[in-house]
């Protein structure tokens, strides 16, 4: 049997704190057919965050060069930051048959659904508002001012789920990441995507 493969470019998008990282960082150790797509952000780093690994994190000046340069497949504001994916970034990892992880916020989500319609789209749900504003304290990565904004920030998010192809909703995290991971097996399947010949 021989098999060729299309790459897929996969969207995750949802409130912040709703767990997209936690689940896809799972997918990413479990599958060496998936790779992240490293976002640039104006935003500075976290502690525990690497330049590079989690994002390229750059000035206001850089970024706006890259607007300039059309080096982005999209970017968006997001709580008042800017966020972009590079198209290099996407480009050579589906080049060489990788399924490119995007993690973006809806604005950015609806751009690459509109210029890659074949992408697959999947929205994390929290349980309530009170898990997620649980999550995003317990997280411990923000001050309460930023923890305030993106709840607020979350309505908004949650109400464009229905533009996804599908939905998760996070509560028990195993039953999360399966639901996740069972998504991408059968789209992988897609014969669109997947062309055995039967030797
Ligand atoms: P996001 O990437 O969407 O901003 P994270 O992956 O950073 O969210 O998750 C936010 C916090 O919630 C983290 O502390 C993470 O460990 C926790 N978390 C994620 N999923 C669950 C879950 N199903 N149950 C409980 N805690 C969770
Ligand atoms: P955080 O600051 O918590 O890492 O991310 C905040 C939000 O920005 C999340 O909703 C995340 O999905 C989104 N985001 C991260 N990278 C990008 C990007 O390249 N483009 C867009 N549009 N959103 C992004």
């Known amino acids: 049997m021989r098999e060729e493969r299309k790459s897929m470019l996969i969207v995750?998008?949802?409130?912040?704190?709703?767990?997209?990282?936690?689940?896809?960082?799972?997918?990413?150790?479990?599958?060496?057919?998936?790779?992240?797509?490293?976002?640039?952000?104006?935003?500075?780093?976290?502690?525990?965050?690497?330049?590079?690994?989690?994002?390229?994190?750059?000035?206001?000046?850089?970024?706006?060069?890259?607007?300039a340069e059309n080096a982005f497949l999209e970017h968006a504001t997001v709580h008042g930051h800017s966020y972009g994916t590079l198209k290099s970034q996407v480009e050579e990892k589906m080049e060489k048959g990788l399924n490119v992880v995007l993690d973006i916020d809806p604005q950015?989500?609806?751009?690459?659904?509109?210029?890659?319609?074949?992408?697959?789209?999947?929205?994390?749900?929290?349980?309530?508002?009170?898990?997620?504003r649980q999550r995003l304290y317990g997280r411990n990565t923000d001050d309460p001012k930023e923890i305030e904004r993106r709840l607020g920030n979350a309505r908004g998010e949650i109400e464009?789920?229905?533009?996804?192809?599908?939905?998760?909703?996070?509560?028990?995290?195993?039953?999360?990441?399966?639901q996740v991971s069972a998504i991408i097996t059968a789209e992988k399947q897609r014969t669109n995507r997947f062309f055995p010949v039967v030797e």
């Not at 789920?161 to 999360?176: F, G, P, S, T, W």
């Open 160 to 178: 464009q789920a229905h533009l996804y192809q599908y939905v998760v909703v996070n509560d028990n995290l195993e039953l999360a990441y399966d």
């Open 12 to 67: 995750i998008s949802g409130p912040s704190g709703v767990g997209k990282g936690t689940i896809y960082n799972k997918l990413l150790d479990n599958d060496p057919s998936l790779t992240f797509s490293v976002s640039v952000t104006t935003r500075g780093p976290r502690p525990g965050e690497t330049d590079g690994i989690d994002y390229f994190f750059i000035s206001d000046e850089e970024y706006q060069k890259l607007v």
């Open 108 to 132: 950015g989500a609806r751009s690459v659904m509109a210029s890659c319609p074949e992408c697959v789209s999947i929205f994390l749900l929290p349980p309530s508002y009170e898990t997620l």
